[in-house]
Antibody, heavy 125, light 107 residues
Framework: EVQLVESGGGLVQPGGSLRLSCATS????????MSWVRQAPGKGLEWVAN????????DYVDSVKGRFTISRDNAKNSLYLQMNSLTAEDTAVYYC??????????????????WGQGTTVTVSS | DIQMTQSPSSLSASVGDGVTITCRAS??????LNWYQQKPGKVPNLLIY???SLQSGVPSRFSGSGSGTDFSLTITNLQPEDFATYYC?????????FGQGTKLEIK
């Protein structure tokens, strides 16, 4: 069974840091892109970051660039999100998600087919 | 960034009804459109990928269509478990963007 289990959330003061982890099992982690997606209380889904199979290839939403770092350890089948300089606007449930890929003709389609249960980050003094 | 706009933002329907939710992209995204369902307090669940492909395990009463800028999610014969919030998401270009969500409520 494919599983993603996040941890590391909690209450942190503005300006503080937090490191989220996502432990995976049931699939060949090293062959997949992975994502972090967040959801602020009562709000919609917001993509945060992607990381490809190779550690050096990463993308971020503008609002977290320079503050958040996505990383992975393929030997440990784990995904991470280092979050620095946190603000109240970063308060959310953070989900890790597996990115599946479909090649159809000349196109490659990406979609998040498996999600973790989420970990809650609250930034407040 | 590519903006995704869903309509309506909310709708009410009865068990057994059919409904259609639309999603419009601010520029052409070909068929790079996915749909997710999220129930209160639960994890998002993939329904449709590549605009019209049904994810394994998703009931056939769910279907997706569209390409370019205009897409739709249709649910026929609504069941009690279908009342949830639905999100579209484009995967054509980074940053990945989601629609604001459509809340489907029981009438």
């Amino acid at each position: 069974e494919v599983q993603l289990v996040e941890s590391g959330g909690g209450l942190v003061q503005p300006g503080g840091s937090l490191r989220l982890s996502c432990a995976t099992s049931g699939f060949t982690f090293s062959t997949y892109w992975m994502s972090w997606v967040r959801q602020a209380p009562g709000k919609g889904l917001e993509w945060v970051a992607n990381i490809r199979q190779v550690e050096s290839e990463k993308d971020y939403v503008d609002s977290v660039k320079g503050r958040f770092t996505i990383s992975r350890d393929n030997a440990k089948n784990s995904l991470y999100l280092q979050m620095n300089s946190l603000t109240a606007e970063d308060t959310a449930v953070y989900y890790c998600a597996r990115v599946e890929r479909l090649v159809r003709g000349a196109d490659t389609y990406y979609y998040r087919d498996v999600w973790g249960q989420g970990t809650t980050v609250t930034v407040s003094s | 960034d590519i903006q995704m706009t869903q309509s309506p933002s909310s709708l009410s329907a009865s068990v057994g009804d059919g409904v259609t939710i639309t999603c419009r992209a601010s520029q052409s995204i070909s068929s790079h459109l996915n749909w997710y369902q999220q129930k209160p307090g639960k994890v998002p669940n993939l329904l449709i990928y590549a605009a019209s492909s049904l994810q394994s395990g998703v009931p056939s009463r769910f279907s997706g269509s569209g390409s370019g800028t205009d897409f739709s999610l249709t649910i026929t014969n609504l069941q009690p478990e279908d009342f949830a919030t639905y999100y579209c998401q484009q995967g054509y270009r980074t940053p990945v963007t989601f629609g604001q969500g459509t809340k489907l409520e029981i009438k």
